[in-house]
T-cell receptor, first 115, second 113 residues
């Protein structure tokens, strides 16, 4: 596609429910990132995928958070038993292979509200 | 510890005035450096980046940034601000031995008439 696509754009869920957020990276991009942005805050790194390598999960805040990616395609971020503090915008980004690998292209984000 | 600091949370400038947004980093070796802009309701857009070479880099929308190794800084500048520049600006750093882009907390720019 033309850019990184995230769905849904908005999600309201009840506390304790599970949610699944989806990211479609730019075609051909081998790297994929998930970030969380709380209101008025910077971007908090969550997880990084690079091709078929083991993902860097060092930013996941708890075991309620998990993410998957099959090859170089779609990624899903799952939050189990959501809490109010999970309310944030979840941003996905992808990067092309090669020396320009470090430049990330961002999607519009999914705004998650836990009530 | 590795960190990215944007000392100014909010900045207000008059339209037509010059702008400088500060960014400092703390890393063992010179990392890759970026500035992103986030307009209301929009995703993040890359303004410019520094990997190596000329320490003054030009970006889109008339922005430039200067890498100063001695000060561990990568400040963003624009000679004349337009009302459409009002947005949130994020400095980001990627260590050259790591993966993740690490972001500062952002600087919110308000442009007054």
């Amino acid at each position: 596609g033309a850019g990184v696509s995230q769905s849904p754009s908005n999600k309201v869920t009840e506390k304790g429910k599970d949610v699944e957020l989806r990211c479609d990276p730019i075609s051909g991009h081998t790297a994929l990132y998930w970030y969380r942005q709380r209101l008025g805050q910077g971007l908090e790194f969550l997880i990084y995928f690079q091709g078929n390598s083991a993902p860097d999960k060092s930013g996941l805040p708890s075991d309620r958070f998990s993410a998957e990616r099959t090859g170089e395609s779609v990624s899903t971020l799952t939050i189990q038993r959501t809490q109010q503090e999970d309310s944030a915008v979840y941003l996905c980004a992808s990067s092309p292979p090669g020396t320009s690998n470090t430049e990330a292209f961002f999607g519009q984000g999914t705004r998650l509200t836990v009530v | 510890a590795q960190s990215v600091t944007q000392p100014d949370i909010h900045i207000t400038v008059s339209e037509g005035a010059s702008l400088e947004l500060r960014c400092n980093y703390s890393y063992g070796a010179t990392p890759y450096l970026f500035w992103y802009v986030q307009s209301p309701g929009q995703g993040l857009q890359l303004l410019l980046k520094y990997f190596s070479g000329d320490t003054l880099v030009q970006g889109i929308k008339g922005f430039e940034a200067e890498f100063k190794r001695s000060q561990s800084s990568f400040n963003l500048r624009k000679p004349s601000v337009h009302w459409s520049d009002a947005a949130e600006y994020f400095c980001a750093v990627k260590p050259n031995s790591g993966y993740a882009l690490n972001f500062g907390k952002g600087t919110s720019l308000l442009v007054t008439p």
